[in-house]
């Protein structure tokens, strides 16, 4: 299963005069894991839509920053 928010743990120099970050993420967007855009696919209401971003609901994803919980976004 493929997830959106990606982990990777880059190196951290002894020598740095800065505390170093151990663990940093990045997100992927969902088309990475569609290769190709199937028939029927469910779609937001145009008002959903121009909230979202995207006419279709598994193209949809939020973004949340570093300093935020992935509590809110929009709901359907």
Known sequence: MHTHQKV????????DPCKPILEKTYSTPPH?????????LPQFSPLEALRAGTLWKDFYDPYYNAFEKAGGGLTT
């Not at 990777?8 to 020598?15: D, G």
């Open 8 to 15: 990777y743990h880059p190196y951290a120099s002894p020598f």
């Open 32 to 40: 990475l894991y569609i290769g190709f855009q199937p028939p029927n």
